[in-house]
């Protein structure tokens, strides 16, 4: 067997299993008292993952304390796994044993025998699930069987090295176009012999065969009433042939018919037919310089909402072509991705590749392999797509790089915009940093000149920006009693927009109905068993209500008693985004009203589904969470609501002044982007906050300004590196112990004065998934000392290992 070539994949065994790995290196000797195992079977010739992702992926390992095989996975498109699974047969002496079980025996061995009854072999996990046991009883119980000859147990391979869909495809051999055309000379007379000879369904084949020179799937052939049985006869006569041709599933074909509409005419078409403003054409002029210099360097793009970024995208793009070379566009939202990518895909034609979770499995496996076979010149995507295998990139654009979409939330915890920066330096391209709101990060490294930046002050058109009017929801909840959600400045404003034809959006960032259920009695709430969190509770349109955790997806029915007193005084206190569709539907019954959040855009092309009627003015009112909040463009929304502008103010976290300020700008961004004025109203109950003020006045340096001096009074970031260290245990007193423990040993590394380390202390969401979480947090200049003293602290505790989760540069720190 010839050794592998790096990047390709191979099938190595792993205890009593068989799976692929990939190569990613090479090593000159074997370290002392490692024992080698040989590979199995090479499943690539040549590298199936390019050099240059692989070497990204280990560098995301090595900074965000993740497993290579963690980030090289995340590289991967689906299908491109091998591996064996236990397959368990019963044998006779099984079956004998089964029958002699008189009275239907309900013994553990009985139970798996009967699981595994009909013969056609059952794979662990089935049997687990049949069975009703644990894992380990379940194992235990099998290897009894085995032991005593009952069952058998075999490794079976699963998946495959290629996973491309094919379709047989039949078409006319040279014979059979000669016939074709001779029947058709014949035209209804007796003809050639061959021609006689010919069954009715089988001239009717050829004839149907005849105009399509390059064949017909089987599938379109029966659709057209040639069946299967008929085209065996003609293959036997040697008049048609059948072959298998790739067939790739298109993400395009059904984004396209959801997504009609969707985007402005104005962006569409080849970019240069709208004539740039002023401070388009300074932009582009600075950018275009760097797009074929062959050097790397970043740019922040800082303009205003609505301000023609993505003009000034499509033009870098172009450019980057023109100089040989390919682009990748992230994105923060899946819900973005297809308009997005059809803006590209209209000037760009099907040059065009996208890569988002949201497609199947099946499409994002064929996209993959299009961008790694050199069809593609540009990628549009979410965060993965940064890890798309495309030669050569020249430009990489982050549009709104401050989402907090671009962070990973489980192992590999990365952060998509800064994993662009890295490639970006590897590739020596030009990294673009779109946003109305930058990340403090970003901002304060353009101030220190690490970034250029570029701004864009002024909206296309010198459309003005919205109107921003800010409701004192203490006044109204005073006037009116606490359940009011739509203040009646807001509701005579979706009155108006009704009654002139335009549209509104209504953000709140916040599911369901209720938030909580308490009771007045005795005070309990109605708390998931699992989290540190009250259940919401959700009235779907078709059943009772449900009481659900949005951490773990407990769900319960809701109660008409106390659970802890049985009073029956029970309260549902707060309200979400299907409360206030409800009030907006019962003030205006003759509205279209629509709500997106992830309740009712969980299916796939759901929420393109509902923007593109929104496009088409089927919609009057949209209601939903953040998902509404970014880089839509709907030219009838004249009017954007936040009911409640405050909702996340409240968290134990340093950034929820800067998440506030930047989910208000860019929602009320989203109105006066055509020809009509647009209006946002603010509901509040603290108006006169900093961050909701100069949202209001959409003033983001001053913003900046005011924020950065609180950073830097309490030393968070961008001022310091931040390092968050979560222990998990079954009980908070283990979690508390064991979180000391890990931080006495990271003291160690700090004593030279590199870092801090605060903690351990309860994480704000305490208990999560049935675990008790506790933390500590490593903060400094040095974030390369703080990485090593906390790896080599949980390394000295191998219990530990698998309960604590490293997240480097986080944007959470619940």
């Known amino acids: 067997m010839a050794p592998p070539v790096r990047g390709a994949r191979v099938l190595v065994p792993l205890g009593t299993r068989q799976v692929t790995g990939c190569v990613v290196g090479t090593v000159a000797e074997v370290p002392p008292g490692v024992e080698l195992k040989s590979v199995l079977e090479v499943l690539d010739d040549a590298a199936f993952l390019p050099g240059h992702i692989i070497d990204l992926a280990l560098w995301a390992a090595e900074y965000y304390v993740a497993g290579p095989g963690e980030t090289v996975a995340a590289a991967m498109p689906p299908f491109a796994w091998v591996e064996s699974e236990r397959r368990v047969s019963i044998t006779d002496a099984g079956r004998a044993r089964l029958a002699s079980a008189s009275g239907g025996g309900c013994g553990a061995a009985i139970v ?44 079976a391979l699963r998946g495959k090295a290629s996973a491309f869909r094919t379709m047989r495809v039949v078409s006319l051999t040279v014979e059979g176009q000669a016939l074709a055309e001779a029947a058709t000379v014949a035209d209804g007379d007796s003809g050639t012999a061959g021609v006689a000879a010919l069954g009715e369904k089988q001239a009717a084949a050829l004839a149907t065969l005849r105009g399509a020179p390059h064949g017909l799937s089987v599938r379109v052939l029966r659709e057209r009433g040639v069946g299967a049985e008929t085209v065996k006869r003609l293959a036997r006569r040697c008049l048609v042939s059948v072959r298998d041709e790739r067939s790739e599933r298109d993400p395009f074909v059904s984004a396209a018919a959801l997504a009609a509409g969707s985007m402005p ?15 388009q054409v300074d932009a582009f002029g600075r950018l275009r310089t760097h797009v074929g210099a062959g050097q790397f360097h970043v740019a922040l793009l800082h303009g205003v909402t609505g301000s023609g970024k993505t003009e000034l995208y499509l033009r870098l793009a172009a450019e980057a072509r023109t100089a040989g070379r390919t682009v990748l566009v992230l994105v923060p939202e899946i819900a973005l991705t297809p308009a997005v990518a059809a803006v590209f895909r209209d000037v760009f034609g099907d040059r065009v590749a996208v890569q988002h979770s ?9 996209q993959w392999h299009r961008i790694r076979s050199g069809a593609v010149d540009i990628v549009v995507g979410t965060r993965s797509a940064v890890f798309s295998p495309l030669d050569d990139p020249g430009l990489i654009i982050v549009d709104e790089e401050h989402d907090h979409s671009y962070k990973q939330e489980e192992t590999p915890r990365y952060n998509a915009r800064d994993l662009a920066i890295v490639r970006a330096r590897q590739a020596r391209a030009l990294v673009v940093l779109g946003s109305a709101t930058p990340s403090m990060e970003s901002y304060r490294h353009a101030l220190d000149r690490r970034y250029e930046l570029i701004a864009l002050e002024h909206r296309v058109l010198d459309r003005p920006l919205a109107d921003v009017l800010v409701v004192n929801m203490r006044e109204v909840l005073a006037d009116e009693g606490p359940e009011v959600i739509l203040s009646a400045t807001l509701v005579a404003a979706l009155e108006r927009r009704f009654a002139r034809n335009e549209q509104a959006l209504l953000l709140l960032n916040r599911r369901g109905f209720s938030t909580s259920v308490f009771c007045r009695q005795c005070g309990a709430t109605l708390d998931c068993p699992n989290c540190s969190i009250s259940l919401t509770v959700h009235r779907p349109r078709q059943g009772p209500p449900r009481a659900r955790c949005h951490y773990c997806n407990h769900s319960t029915a809701v109660p008409s008693a106390c659970t802890n007193c049985a009073g029956p005084y029970l309260e549902h206190v707060g309200y979400g985004t299907e409360q206030v569709e409800a009030e907006v539907r019962r003030l205006m019954p003759s509205a279209r009203v629509a709500r997106v959040d992830r309740d009712t855009m969980h299916r796939r092309g759901a929420i393109q589904g509902v923007l593109a009627r929104f496009a088409r003015g089927e919609l009057d009112v949209i209601v939903g969470t953040q998902m509404i909040a970014k880089g839509h463009d709907f030219p009838a929304v004249t009017l954007v609501g936040v009911i409640s502008a405050d909702v996340g103010l409240g968290l134990p976290d340093f950034r929820a002044s800067e998440r506030t300020f930047q989910l208000l700008t860019q929602v009320a961004g989203r109105a006066g982007r055509g020809d009509l004025a647009g209006e946002a109203i603010v509901q509040t109950l603290f108006p006169d906050h900093y961050s909701i003020q100069l949202a209001c006045r959409q003033n983001y340096r001053a913003f900046y300004d005011h924020e950065i001096r609180y950073r830097r009074a309490m030393r968070y970031p961008p001022i310091v590196s931040l390092i968050n260290a979560v222990v998990r245990a079954p009980a908070f007193g283990r979690a508390m112990e064991d979180a000391a423990d890990l931080a006495a040993r990271v003291r160690i590394g700090a004593a030279a004065g590199a870092f801090q380390v605060l ?5 704000p969401l305490g208990r999560l998934r049935g675990e008790y979480r506790a933390q500590i947090f490593l903060k400094g200049t040095r974030r390369t000392s703080m990485r090593e003293a906390l790896q080599q602290a949980v390394a000295a505790m191998p219990d530990l290992q698998r309960r604590v989760t490293i997240d480097i540069d986080p944007l959470s720190v619940m």
């Open 112 to 155: 798996v025998l009967r699981a595994i009854a009909d013969g056609r072999g059952s794979t662990t996990r089935e049997i687990r699930t049949a069975a009703g046991g644990g894992r380990g009883s379940i194992d235990t119980v099998l290897r009894g069987l085995l032991r005593d000859g009952l069952i058998t147990s075999a490794s």
């Open 759 to 763: 903690g351990p202390a309860p994480a």
């Open 358 to 366: 949201g497609l199947s499995d099946g499409e994002r496996h064929d």
């Open 265 to 279: 005419a104005a962006e569409s078409g080849a970019p240069g037919r709208r004539d740039l403003t002023p401070e």
